[in-house]
């Protein structure tokens, strides 16, 4: 009899946990651990990621990783000044990507936002922005700010949500956002993502700490990917809370296109492809910015991902 293996007689499965080296499959008999086989491993340095569909052999190793359609990741950080770095990849096969951020405890860093944007846009995969805590914010100047610029984001084809676990305000809209699609949740500690998802089906059972009191920074409630299946349909991703999110794969060339707003001036500057539109004359961009077509904060934040990805 040959030993010949198919894809086809194998039995499939989804990546929905990563941890240390470890994964968890989810198939059609049950969630279990497996482990790659030496050729994957080989073959893939084990970068596999949650939301991958794999094969699983009849020993229960992941022996094969079907062909993705879109993933996200990160620039590693470098571990001494000098050292490589490398693609870290978060999660695969999304149909959106939900950067969280808080109101206020942890404060709001729009900059990390645009991050985490600009990769959604270099990955061709759809972005929802919510804010959450905005009861901490309700009546004080923070919350106009916040106002603005969510509807500044707004125009530019993002949804933003203001949403609070302790009033139930923008729930609704996040649950309806969420219904069966597969979304990543990204942010950093202590901005809420596991209350949220509490707060949206309670039977997740996801544990939460509070952030810390003292030095205002989150503490790390997830400790590994994961992927959650919710009850309505769909699935989300939840991740450790990441403070800082470098860009992997985006040229500098190239950045700029992935600011949907710069995208219909980058013909029109005198040095065309070549201009860096920072100090070039004849920049079509800065004019856009100068005639108020781009958000001057927006084409900061654009200088600062060109000289600091």
């Not at 206020?104 to 759809?126: C, F, G, M, T």
């Amino acid at each position: 009899m040959s030993t010949t293996k198919t894809i086809s007689a194998q039995l499939r499965g989804v990546i929905t946990q990563k941890n240390n080296g470890a994964f968890t499959v989810s198939t059609p008999t049950g969630s279990r651990n497996c482990p790659l086989t030496a050729r994957l491993r080989r073959e893939s340095g084990g970068e596999l990621a949650v939301g991958d569909e794999v094969s699983v052999d009849a020993a229960g190793q992941i022996d094969a990783l079907l062909p993705r359609r879109n993933w996200i990741s990160r620039r590693s950080a470098a571990p001494m000044p000098g050292a490589h770095t490398h693609e870290q990849l978060i999660a695969a096969n999304l149909d959106q990507v939900v950067p969280v951020f808080a109101a206020a405890n942890p404060r709001l860093a729009w900059h990390l936002l645009d991050r985490y944007l600009v990769s959604a846009e270099s990955a061709e995969i759809p972005a929802l922005v919510v804010i959450t805590k905005f009861d901490l914010a309700a009546g004080r100047p923070e919350a106009d700010e916040i106002e603005q610029v969510a509807a500044e984001y707004r125009a530019l084809g993002y949804p933003v949500l203001l949403t609070s676990t302790l009033d139930g305000s923008g729930l609704e809209a996040f649950r309806a956002a969420l219904h069966g699609k597969r979304s990543l949740l990204v942010g950093k500690s202590g901005v809420g993502k596991t209350s949220l998802l509490n707060a949206l089906e309670p039977g997740l059972g996801l544990r939460v700490q509070a952030t810390n009191a003292v030095t205002g920074k989150g503490r790390h409630t997830t400790t590994a990917a994961t992927l959650l299946p919710l009850t309505a349909g769909g699935a989300v991703i939840d991740t450790p809370g990441i403070r800082e999110f470098g860009l992997w794969d985006v040229d500098g060339a190239d950045l700029a296109w992935f600011f949907p707003e710069m995208r219909p001036h980058l013909d029109r500057c005198r040095f065309g492809l070549d201009c860096r539109h920072a100090e070039e004359p004849g920049c079509a961009v800065r004019k856009a910015v100068t005639d108020g077509l781009i958000s001057p904060y927006r084409y900061q934040s654009y200088l600062k991902l060109r000289y600091d990805p």
